[in-house]
């Protein structure tokens, strides 16, 4: 079974910084991409942005180019989202994201639960 547990979002003002990071557990044998999507209330979920297990990034939206990076550590299985300069329209519930996930049972997808980011004006 593989679980995806993300931490790190919180209330902060707008300009603050946060980190999210999401560890993926479980008997796991390579993950190829992990990602970040956000969905704000009343819209629909939408990539942040993602990166493969050979580092090659990619950001959905121009609005979070140079405000947000994607990183991860392969060892660990863990993704992280630094969020920069972070603005109102920011705010909705981040879930992680990681497929291919190779374990035992073969391949799939999975997501995380969330975690709440509100940044206050």
């Known amino acids: 079974q593989v679980q995806l547990v993300e931490s790190g979002g919180g209330l902060v003002q707008a300009g603050d910084s946060l980190r999210l990071s999401c560890a993926a557990s479980g008997t796991i044998f390579s993950i190829d991409t992990m990602g970040w999507y956000r969905q704000a209330p009343g819209k629909q979920r939408e990539l942040v942005a993602s990166i493969t297990k050979g580092g090659v990034t990619r950001y959905a939206d121009s609005s979070v180019k140079g405000r947000f990076t994607i990183s991860r550590d392969n060892a660990k299985n863990t993704v992280y989202l630094q969020m920069n300069s972070l603005k109102p329209e920011d705010t909705a519930v981040y879930y992680c994201?990681?497929?291919?996930?190779?374990?035992?049972?073969?391949?799939?997808?999975?997501w995380g639960q969330g975690t709440q980011v509100t940044v206050s004006s």
């Open positions: 994201n990681a497929a291919w996930v190779v374990t035992t049972r073969g391949g799939s997808a999975y």
